[in-house]
């Protein structure tokens, strides 16, 4: 049966979107989204869509509790927005101050705005993953999945109905056979799999704010490539003169001092793709954030060799972002577009300012590779 | 899926408690429904047949994601209409229903006695769907975008309507438009019939003379425009604004729902309480099977439930039924027992009166939440469930408990139900500065309006009015004035509150 509601929720969902994409510039270069990420849903804070009216500071709003606690015991944080707990006869209409769109509409609306292209598959290889929900109950598991409310529910029946309960002395002692444990389903389902490599040079020229340029950019590289293709692993790989590979936290938030041989990385990156990530099964797609000040002695034309031999066959995409910093001679990316004037997987993309993410997210994914 | 034979056996049966023990309903058509359904008519605001708008689907959204993340699950739905509709949620299990449906007959009860509901309309269901009907015909002929313009503007202004106007003796707004249109004609005072040559002495002249200078004088005093300040706001603006029909029709459609739903509000913690009460009655005296003993304990704790540092409506107004029926069935009330201050005589206090039953009959007859909180919140009552009064802390950032006394709570469970939590807002002149400008005022009470809101409410209401708008308010001690002129926001200071 359709639901009458489905039209409403459309126009709604209609609504949220357009906003979003109204607002999608601001979005992408502030970074606002970022921490608002769920593992499938974004926040968003649409206050526009909510509909005003004559009401009250909330901040200021005093209110009754119940419970124990001493005079100036805290019992809530005061959040600007939050909404007065407990607030009596003021029950419907709670406020929505966010919105959330699942990443999937996020990442449509982005190839909408920056007109990206559906990304065509290179090999439709594809491995099947297993993937374990815990959505029932059973008699019989390990301790430690023993599902607690369940087993003295039970106990407490089996008292009750063998006249052993004494309410007087509420005493419920679980046996073996009343215990209940949390089990799990296996599903198996295809997925095509691409693989991001993120390479980020965090020499002493990197500063914060060029960190953040970068944090911003995979934001969304995730999430448009997440929409392409159903199992998106990635990595990251941080190096000055020596590189090695790291977990997300890490990578955003390393600082080293030395100097950069970006050479280091792409050989880290090649015996990566060698080893692991053989390109019959996996989408490449390799992006490289630096300042551009790579170390003399051969080390650029070491890198373009490798570029070149091992890497680009093997690969979907190379994006190279070059983030303007005051230290750095920004010379790399000059090198770069020398050398490869007709590659059709490689790209280049400066990034001078906050403002400028957004032009290079066209530039590395309009390619539709 | 449960024996629907069965439920509807249990029905009758509860339908015969409920009345044995005084209730007294509608008939009630009871539909059952599956939780996507159930959570669609919640949006709906009980109504199935409302018109479009994105805000149901906004409604919707939320709960949908509320209840996948458990937060909340809706068991009742109950109706105030003749005959009531009850919604019933298909997966439940029989002791939820048999929960469930002592629960709706209390509410229906309450819908069809409680005095602030008298005046609200019992063919409701046909009514939204009239209002449907005509909404969705006004999207066809003038377009769906431009309704909706308009209805999100309606909703900015929905809740400025006076629910306490219905029981004004004028039984509504306390002017008219003739009344105004008779502004214009000369004063004639009203003659009492003579033959010619008496007149002088029936109708003396300077008697005349007298009358016609006193009515006068009340038209000066009446010629503001409104005569007094207006609270209904919608209905001022209903007959003033330059809308054309069909806008008109629309404002005045929100309008009668606002006033449709307003007693909901203003009753949510006896309603709840009322329901609770009876619901507990029913079942642990007559509809409990000792095999469902633990499941009915188990949902009770869960309505019953106190988050800590609030207040559960349900919770709070089945105590404080119990609380009164307690007092009058031992005489704890009246002049004696309040300055009795020996605590030995008041804890066994106890003149066997038995009035208790008959007291909650009266107390759901003739309160509102507003004076149930004021007449029957007691210290030992705030004592026993542990209530206190909380407050920012504007140091730490923390909402703090401040107070344990009754007055400090009886004056914040007051204040958050005053005007059903909305600033109260009155129209004080729709000619300011006779440019035909509307100026609203904001009786403030200590609390702020919010800034954002209020400048976004503006803007909505020049839509209807076309010309400046303004509204009187304090921020902290000074008594500001925020307009709107169709393109700009201004903001201008005028005294000191206190000179206010």
């Not at chain 1, 080893?275 to 099964?281: F, G, H, R, V, W």
């Not at chain 1, 303007?324 to 050398?339: H, M």
């Not at chain 2, 005084?22 to 959570?39: C, R, S, T, W």
């Not at chain 2, 039984?171 to 009492?192: C, F, H, M």
Request: overall charge negative; charged content about 30%.
């Amino acid at each position: 049966m359709v639901q009458r509601i489905e039209q409403d929720l459309n126009r709604f969902r209609q609504i949220v979107r357009g906003v979003v994409k109204k607002e999608l510039k601001k979005f992408v270069t502030t970074g606002e989204l970022i921490g608002k990420k769920g593992k499938d849903l974004v926040s968003i804070p649409i206050n526009q869509i909510e509909i005003p009216n004559f009401r009250y500071e909330t901040r200021k709003l005093g209110g009754v509790g119940q419970g124990d606690g001493d005079l100036g015991t805290p019992i809530a944080v005061g959040e600007d927005g939050q909404e007065g707990a407990g607030a009596a006869g003021n029950a419907p209409g709670r406020h929505i101050l966010e919105v959330d769109i699942t990443l999937e509409e996020l990442a449509d609306i982005l190839g909408e705005e920056l007109e990206l292209p559906k990304i065509q598959p290179k090999n439709k290889n594809s491995i099947a993953a297993e993937k374990d929900r815990y959505t029932s109950i059973a008699r019989t598991g390990p301790e430690s999945l023993r599902h607690f409310k369940r087993t003295f529910r039970e106990a407490l029946k089996r008292e009750i109905a063998s006249g052993n309960y004494d309410p007087k002395r509420p005493m419920v002692i679980p046996v073996k056979e009343d215990r209940r444990y949390r089990s799990w389903r296996t599903t198996k389902s295809p997925e095509t799999n691409a693989v991001i490599i993120y390479v980020m040079d965090v020499s002493g020229s990197m500063g914060d704010e060029q960190k953040e340029v970068v944090r911003i950019e995979s934001f969304w590289i995730d999430t448009w490539l997440k929409r392409q293709y159903k199992g998106l692993k990635t990595k990251y790989i941080i190096h000055d003169a020596a590189a090695q590979l790291v977990d997300e936290d890490t990578f955003f938030h390393t600082r080293e001092s030395g100097g950069t041989r970006i050479s280091s990385a792409y050989e880290l990156c090649r015996s990566l793709i060698q080893q692991e990530l053989s390109p019959n099964d996996w989408n490449i797609y390799v992006f490289h954030f630096s300042d551009g000040d790579n170390w003399g002695g051969g080390d650029t034309e070491l890198c373009l060799e490798m570029l070149r031999k091992d890497i680009l066959p093997a690969v979907n995409l190379f994006c190279y972002g070059q983030v303007a910093s005051p230290y750095g001679s920004g010379a790399f990316i000059t090198d770069l577009a020398k050398a490869f004037s007709d590659e059709e997987n490689l790209v280049l993309s400066e990034i001078n300012r906050r403002e400028d993410i957004y032009k290079s997210i066209k530039e590395f994914l309009g390619k539709g590779k | 899926m449960i024996d629907l034979d069965e439920l509807r056996r249990w029905i009758k049966k509860i339908e015969g408690h409920a009345r044995s023990y005084g209730l007294d309903f509608y008939p009630v058509i009871f539909e059952m429904v599956a939780f996507k359904q159930m959570n669609e008519v919640a949006s709906f605001g009980g109504f199935p047949v409302r018109y479009p708008h994105w805000r149901f689907g906004m409604q919707y959204q939320y709960m949908e994601r509320s209840y996948k993340y458990g937060l909340h699950k809706i068991y009742e739905m109950v109706i105030n209409n003749n005959p009531c509709y009850a919604y019933l949620l298909d997966n439940n299990k029989m002791i939820d229903q048999k929960m469930v449906v002592a629960h709706v007959y209390a509410h229906c009860d309450f819908f069809k006695n409680n005095a602030y509901f008298s005046v609200t309309n019992r063919k409701m269901m046909d009514e939204m769907a009239n209002h449907g009907m005509r909404i969705r015909r006004y999207g066809m002929k003038y377009g769906y975008e431009v309704v909706e313009d308009f209805l999100d503007t309606c909703f900015s202004l929905e809740n400025l309507i006076d629910p306490e106007s219905a029981f004004l003796p004028s039984g509504g707004s306390a002017y008219d438009r003739q009344a105004l249109n008779d502004e214009d004609d000369a004063i004639t005072v009203p003659k009492l019939k003579s033959k010619g040559y008496m007149d002088s002495y029936i109708n003396p002249p300077d008697y005349l003379q007298r009358r016609k200078e006193e009515m006068e004088e009340a038209r000066k005093r009446e010629g503001g425009f409104p005569p007094k300040p207006e609270k209904d706001i919608l209905m001022f603006l209903i007959q003033y604004a330059p809308i054309p029909t069909w806008q008109r029709d629309i404002l005045s459609m929100i309008r009668e729902e606002s006033y449709y739903f307003a007693p909901q509000a203003q009753t949510k913690i006896m309603n709840e309480g009322w329901a609770t009460y009876w619901h507990t009655k029913i079942m642990t005296r007559k509809c409990l099977d000792d095999s469902e003993l633990i499941d009915y304990a188990d949902h009770q704790s869960g309505t019953l439930g106190v988050q800590p540092g609030q207040i559960n409506p349900y919770k709070l107004g089945l105590e404080l039924f119990k609380d009164i029926e307690y007092r009058w069935d031992k005489g704890r009330f009246g002049k004696e027992y309040d300055e009795c201050d020996d605590l030995e005589t008041r804890t066994t206090w106890d003149l066997d009166l038995g009035q208790g039953l008959e007291k909650i009959f009266q107390v759901r007859a003739i309160y509102n939440d507003m004076n149930f909180i004021d007449d029957f919140l007691t210290d030992e009552f705030c004592r026993e469930h542990k209530l206190f009064s909380y407050r920012l802390n504007e140091k730490t950032g923390m909402y703090e408990i401040d107070d344990r006394s009754l007055e400090k709570i009886k004056e914040n469970l007051l204040f958050s139900l005053t005007n059903s939590g909305y600033p109260y807002v009155t129209v004080v002149d729709g000619n300011y500065e006779n440019r035909g400008e509307l100026y609203l005022k904001h009786r403030h009470d200590g609390v702020d309006l919010r800034v954002d809101y209020a400048n976004a409410t503006l803007e909505r209401l020049f839509k209807i009015w076309t010309r400046p708008v303004h509204i009187q308010t304090c921020v902290g001690e000074t008594v500001h004035v925020r307009s709107f002129d169709g393109s700009s926001h201004k903001e201008r200071t005028i005294t000191e509150k206190t000179a206010a």
